[in-house]
């Protein structure tokens, strides 16, 4: 019952301090929002599932060197993206 009537009244009170000053809690939060969606211009994504899902020094990042080395892709005229080894960069070229 205590806990109801603390309840009560903190809603209480926020409630008449929304209903007398409504221009504060309309444009405060658009401006925290458009403050905390600046984080989205920094936001980098990483779709390479090698780098996500593997080690630094695993057995698949001394094979793909080795493939890449061997086989270089020709991404100027017939560029094929089916025969691409590294499908994460293929959005990069």
Request: avoid cysteine.
């Amino acid at each position: 019952m205590v806990f109801n009537k603390i309840l009560r009244n903190v809603f209480y009170k926020l409630g008449f301090q929304i209903g007398t000053h409504p221009k504060i809690f309309l444009i405060v939060p658009i401006i925290v929002a458009i403050l905390f969606s600046t984080a989205f211009l920094q936001f980098k994504f990483n779709g390479n599932f090698v780098d996500l899902f593997s080690t630094d020094s695993g057995p698949i990042i001394h094979e793909e060197k080795l493939v890449n080395t061997y086989f270089k892709q020709n991404q100027f005229g017939e560029f094929d993206p089916s025969r691409k080894s590294n499908v994460g960069h293929l959005l990069r070229y």
